[in-house]
């Protein structure tokens, strides 16, 4: 089943705080995180596994609540190149990693 | 190291018809996994290829099939097209084993008038 991402979308002034989350109605073993700018395939950004292992490549915080199903990407002191859509996906299964992907939140970033 | 590429950038074909869609892996990783994006979505996933084998499938009706080479080069084929298969359609490469860290080529629009 699909994961649910708040907010749809979000309007920021560079520099602000935002906060994109990603909740499923099933047992998440691990949820993925990828930004997808207009025009472009999407691009990796982490990986949170259960148990608290983070792997990723940027410096973007992210939370993982095993017992509340959810995910939530922290984005600080936002800049411009901040901009595009952010896509959660959890794995179909737990060991197997299909990722069912979100529906998206699109974050644009204003100077 | 080369990226994912995929070929053709763009494509127009008519309903009824079939494609063939092309995807070289980036190099070392031997899984690919190939989405369907429409306007304004999230990919969705028509199936995942491990070592030359159909390891998975979303949703998504016979008429879509693939192969994935001894090289982990891929494809996607469609069958009978239909205007719904209109969107941009992306593939992944990734390494079992690595947490599944994909990586997307830059996709091929398909157009289906």
């Known amino acids: 089943q699909q994961p649910v991402q708040s907010p749809q979308a979000v309007i920021l002034r560079e520099g602000e705080d935002a906060v994109i989350n990603c909740s499923s109605s099933k047992a998440l073993y691990s949820v993925h995180w990828y930004r997808q700018k207009h025009g472009e395939a999407p691009v990796f950004l982490m990986i949170l596994l259960k148990g608290g292992e983070q792997k990723g490549h940027e410096k973007i915080s992210a939370s993982f609540n095993e017992k509340k199903q959810q995910s939530s990407l922290y984005l600080t002191a936002s800049q411009l190149s901040y901009s595009g859509t952010y896509f959660c996906?959890?794995?179909?299964?737990?060991?197997?990693?299909?990722?069912?992907w979100g529906a998206g939140t699109k974050l644009i970033i204003k100077p | 190291e080369t990226g994912v590429t995929q070929s053709p950038t763009h494509l127009i074909k008519t309903r009824g018809q079939q494609v063939t869609l092309r995807c070289s892996s980036q190099?070392?990783?031997?899984?690919v996994s190939w989405y369907q994006q429409a306007l304004g979505q999230g990919p969705q996933f028509i199936f995942q290829?491990?070592?030359?084998?159909?390891?998975g499938r979303g949703n998504f009706p016979p008429r879509f099939s693939g192969l994935q080479f001894p090289n982990y080069s891929s494809e996607l084929n469609v069958n009978a097209l239909e205007l719904d298969d209109s969107a941009l359609y992306l593939c992944a490469s990734s390494y079992a084993g690595s947490n599944w860290e994909q990586y997307f080529g830059p996709g091929t629009r398909l157009t289906v008038t």
């Open positions: 190099s070392g990783h031997n899984t």
């Open positions: 290829y491990y070592r030359e084998e159909e390891n």
């Open positions: 996906g959890t794995p179909e299964m737990d060991s197997n990693y299909q990722l069912i």
